[in-house]
């Protein structure tokens, strides 16, 4: 047994529906034209999907930069522009593989930076970027999480745990050995623990 649940529709989408049925030759029940669309709309989801998968995810690494598959090159050149297309691991310009530097003097005839020559459309993307913009965005985003990752931790004023002192570094043993041609340099053996937390 089928359930139904109402859905609101704007009235000039409804009447375009209704008149685009009017003119086929098809189905002209509206429930059934609205089924349709929806079920093909979630199958075109399914199939191509906007965000990446993380259990079959494919793209081209360039530098610190992640192309997913999906994701459109542009270039622009004596007047018009050039595509190309990350397929898999790869990005494929005119049935070849090619890399971005390739791609950029592909047209130039001349030497180009790749990151100032290219523009790039990722998969959700509603608009093309410069390629060394979106080095800048992952970099300053990088910056960000090592910064939280070594800001320093504080610590609770308690000095119940805290030895009174700390304890004296070891002299180092700087005798010559003979394996070992070179002057010693080190005076003494610090171990990373006991300068860590001072």
Same mark, same amino acid.
């Given at each position: 047994?089928?359930?139904?649940?109402?859905?609101?529709?704007?009235?000039?989408?409804?009447?375009?529906?209704?008149?685009?049925?009017?003119?086929?030759?098809?189905?002209?029940?509206?429930?059934?034209?609205?089924?349709?669309?929806?079920?093909?709309?979630?199958?075109?989801?399914?199939?191509?999907?906007?965000?990446?998968?993380?259990?079959?995810?494919?793209?081209?690494?360039?530098?610190?930069?992640?192309?997913?598959?999906?994701?459109?090159?542009?270039?622009?050149?004596?007047?018009?522009?050039?595509?190309?297309?990350?397929?898999?691991?790869?990005?494929?310009?005119?049935?070849?593989?090619?890399?971005?530097?390739?791609?950029?003097?592909?047209? =130039?005839? +001349?030497?180009? *930076?790749?990151?100032?020559?290219?523009? $790039?459309?990722? #998969?959700?993307?509603?608009?093309?970027?410069? /390629?060394?913009?979106?080095?800048?965005?992952?970099?300053? =985003?990088? +910056?960000?999480? *090592?910064?939280?990752?070594?800001?320093? $931790?504080?610590? #609770?004023?308690?000095?119940?745990?805290?030895? /009174?002192?700390?304890?004296?570094?070891?002299?180092?043993?700087?005798?010559?050995?003979?394996?070992?041609?070179?002057?010693?340099?080190?005076?003494?053996?610090?171990?990373?623990?006991?300068?860590?937390?001072?």
């Amino acid at each position: 047994m089928f359930t139904t649940v109402s859905v609101q529709l704007p009235t000039h989408i409804l009447l375009e529906l209704i008149q685009r049925l009017e003119r086929s030759s098809g189905s002209k029940d509206v429930s059934a034209a609205i089924a349709s669309a929806v079920e093909l709309w979630l199958t075109d989801q399914k199939q191509f999907p906007k965000k990446a998968d993380p259990d079959g995810l494919h793209g081209y690494q360039w530098k610190c930069l992640f192309l997913p598959e999906g994701t459109v090159l542009r270039s622009w050149s004596y007047g018009e522009h050039n595509y190309a297309r990350v397929e898999g691991d790869h990005i494929i310009h005119n049935g070849r593989e090619v890399s971005p530097n390739q791609f950029a003097r592909a047209f =130039a005839r +001349s030497n180009r *930076n790749a990151w100032d020559d290219l523009f $790039i459309r990722r #998969p959700g993307d509603k608009q093309f970027k410069l /390629a060394s913009i979106l080095r800048k965005e992952v970099l300053r =985003a990088q +910056s960000e999480v *090592n910064k939280a990752l070594t800001k320093p $931790i504080a610590v #609770p004023a308690s000095t119940e745990n805290v030895p /009174a002192t700390t304890p004296p570094t070891e002299k180092r043993d700087t005798s010559q050995r003979e394996d070992w041609t070179l002057p010693e340099r080190r005076k003494w053996r610090i171990r990373l623990e006991d300068i860590a937390f001072d």
